[in-house]
């Protein structure tokens, strides 16, 4: 699971736009699996916390964009 993520979170920094919407698509899939069965923090968030500020950074230089706003409304973890 932690490579999966690290993967994921990897490729919402690729060119391709399908490329990171599908890895967004895939890291909510993850987190919500998770959190369903689950009454402390949920290992996907544990394995993200590392990777909270460069995802956070990464937002926050993007340019406006569909996909920008697509990471902004879904605020996997609060990023605005």
């Known amino acids: 699971m932690k490579e999966k993520l690290e993967l994921l979170n990897e490729r919402l920094r690729d060119h391709e736009e399908a490329q990171r919407v599908y890895a967004l698509a895939e890291i909510k899939k ?25 995802m956070k950074d990464y937002y926050n230089t993007l340019p406006a964009s569909s996909f920008k706003v697509i990471l902004g409304v879904n605020q996997i973890l609060n990023l605005e």
Do not use: D, I
């Open 30 to 54: 993850e987190v919500a699996g998770a959190t369903s069965s689950m009454t402390s923090v949920p290992k996907p968030l544990k394995f993200f916390s590392k990777h909270y500020q460069g």
